[in-house]
């Protein structure tokens, strides 16, 4: 893997009161080869949910900034049964210069063919899977995303050009059905 932007670290978000989320994503991650050892973060119990998300988020930014890669992974991720041999793929192609790299995602409008297993998307949303490089989460810890949120702030500085994003191609990562989800739907 030299020379790849291979992650240094895998960190795996999870509200203590889901241990059941908690259990199926280590079992899901541990079956991937070569994946860095999963650290399991705390997330933050906010009543509005998608304010703990974010203040997750950049919990963990703050605590692994001396990281190069940071994989992100929040509870209810469902890999791909061959996520560490795609993401290789994908890292190969990889500009020295992304900010992030989404293994998983949604897409509200077309995004352009970057390369064999890259797409540079306009707009893209989701944080159930991604990677961040130092300088990523250096712009993400700047940003002023407290009236969207994290997965429609990453969204924005995107759209805006801002970050440089990358999502692999087909997708390496989605959620798991039936897993729930904490965040309620709100307006922005």
Same mark, same amino acid.
């Given at each position: 893997?030299?020379?790849?932007?291979?992650?240094?670290?895998?960190?795996?978000?999870?509200?203590?009161?889901?241990?059941?989320?908690?259990?199926?994503?280590?079992?899901?991650?541990?079956?991937?080869?070569?994946?860095?050892?999963?650290?399991?973060?705390?997330?933050?119990?906010?009543?509005?949910?998608?304010?703990?998300?974010?203040?997750?988020?950049?919990?963990?930014?703050?605590?692994?900034?001396?990281?190069?890669?940071? =994989?992100?992974?929040?509870?209810?991720?469902? /890999? +791909?049964?061959?996520?560490? !041999?795609? @993401?290789?793929?994908? $890292?190969?192609?990889?500009?020295?210069?992304?900010?992030?790299?989404? =293994?998983?995602?949604?897409?509200?409008?077309? /995004? +352009?063919?970057?390369?064999? !297993?890259? @797409?540079?998307?306009? $707009?893209?949303?989701?944080?159930?899977?991604?990677?961040?490089?130092?300088?990523?989460?250096?712009?993400?810890?700047?940003?002023?995303?407290?009236?969207?949120?994290?997965?429609?702030?990453?969204?924005?500085?995107?759209?805006?050009?801002?970050?440089?994003?990358?999502?692999?191609?087909?997708?390496?990562?989605?959620?798991?059905?039936?897993?729930?989800?904490?965040?309620?739907?709100?307006?922005?």
């Amino acid at each position: 893997m030299s020379g790849l932007p291979f992650p240094d670290k895998c960190v795996l978000i999870n509200l203590r009161k889901r241990r059941d989320r908690l259990e199926e994503s280590l079992r899901l991650l541990s079956a991937q080869p070569w994946l860095p050892p999963v650290e399991v973060m705390p997330a933050i119990a906010s009543p509005c949910g998608w304010r703990g998300c974010l203040q997750s988020h950049l919990q963990i930014y703050r605590r692994n900034i001396d990281h190069r890669h940071l =994989l992100v992974f929040e509870d209810d991720i469902l /890999p +791909t049964p061959h996520l560490a !041999h795609q @993401l290789v793929r994908c $890292l190969e192609e990889l500009p020295a210069d992304y900010d992030i790299l989404f =293994l998983g995602y949604q897409l509200p409008n077309a /995004p +352009t063919r970057y390369s064999r !297993h890259l @797409l540079k998307p306009r $707009l893209v949303w989701r944080t159930h899977a991604y990677m961040v490089s130092r300088r990523g989460m250096v712009k993400l810890l700047r940003a002023d995303m407290s009236r969207t949120g994290i997965s429609h702030g990453i969204g924005a500085l995107s759209a805006a050009g801002r970050l440089a994003c990358y999502c692999c191609h087909p997708r390496l990562a989605g959620t798991r059905p039936g897993a729930g989800s904490d965040i309620r739907p709100r307006s922005i």
